[in-house]
């Protein structure tokens, strides 16, 4: 009963905006530039795309924290989600400098990954890792896509992108190394599929 209230607090927390990061948000090396309307435009649809990325993993990593029923392994979840809310309020953050908005599907985005975290969950604590690892991975390439595209002005946006990257390809690595069993084929295909649909969505909505 605890974890199911810890993990709707989690929802609830997530989809009305009220994460706070641990970690301070990451800052350019110099002052950034002026952006122009059509470069702040871009970095907001862009941000809100990541944005909606750290609501999904706040949503998998409290299925799958939920799920298993390995001690150590829910301890490296519920690790890795606090990083991950840093990204969210991040990302929250910077999305209100830009004066954009999140996506308006946040409570089915995080509904459709806290679902498909229980299925993984479901399928053996080393399927939940592999399932994380291609989360990640696929995560990962994600924000260097973003990295080529934020306009090179916006350096506060690449900063953060950049943090976010690292943790991305280290949390990969961790559950790597705690086990992780590789996922068919056909079901990494699925999952970039699903990705595609989510990042081109929340893009524009």
Request: proline share 3%.
């Amino acid at each position: 009963m605890d974890r199911l209230l810890i993990a709707l607090d989690t929802a609830l927390r997530t989809v009305s905006g009220g994460s706070h990061a641990a970690r301070v948000c990451p800052r350019p090396a110099s002052e950034p530039a002026a952006l122009t309307d059509e470069q702040r435009e871009l970095s907001g649809a862009l941000m809100r795309v990541n944005h909606v990325g750290e609501v999904c993993a706040q949503a998998l990593y409290s299925a799958q924290a939920l799920g298993t029923r390995d001690e150590a392994l829910r301890q490296q979840f519920e690790q890795a989600a606090r990083e991950e809310t840093d990204h969210l309020a991040w990302t929250e953050q910077r999305l209100q400098q830009l004066g954009a908005r999140q996506s308006l599907l946040n409570p089915v985005w995080y509904a459709g990954a806290f679902a498909l975290g229980l299925v993984a969950a479901r399928a053996g604590d080393r399927a939940s890792l592999g399932f994380l690892v291609e989360t990640e991975r696929q995560v990962e390439r994600h924000l260097e896509g973003h990295l080529d595209r934020l306009p090179a002005q916006d350096t506060t946006s690449r900063a953060i992108v950049e943090q976010m990257r690292a943790d991305e390809a280290r949390h990969a690595d961790d559950a790597q190394a705690a086990g992780a069993t590789a996922l068919p084929t056909p079901v990494r295909w699925a999952m970039r599929a699903a990705a595609k649909v989510m990042t081109t969505t929340a893009h524009r909505l």
